[in-house]
């Protein structure tokens, strides 16, 4: 293995804000998401995953098909399909009709 490699980078260790995190929780990370992998404490360190198709809130009146492009709306804590103003997440791993309140997402793919 060469002496430079650190990780397979599927896990990254994040800091919370002044509020703890929820295991599950979608992470900011800059300008790509992560996934909560336990509850991280308000300013201290955890693990967050950054690949892999989750099941995350979305907004019900979107109907998503397999392949659009999701969006983190921060504000409201949810994926959309809107992205003005929010964060590009991943594509839907499913289609989600308008109506549910989540959908399956590959994130930052």
Known sequence: MAKNYIQEGEILTV??????IVSGAVV???KRVGIA????PALGAGSA???GVWAVAKL???AVA???LLYW?????????TAAGSTL????????AAGTTFVYIKINA
């Open 49 to 51: 995953s950054v690949t």
């Open 89 to 96: 997440a991943g594509f839907a791993a499913a289609p989600a």
């Open 60 to 62: 019900s009146t979107d």
């Open 73 to 81: 709306d921060a504000a409201n804590s949810r994926m959309t399909a």
């Open 28 to 30: 900011l990370i800059g």
């Open 37 to 40: 992998l336990a509850d991280i």
């Open 15 to 20: 800091t919370a804000g002044a509020t703890a």
């Open 66 to 68: 397999q392949g659009d």
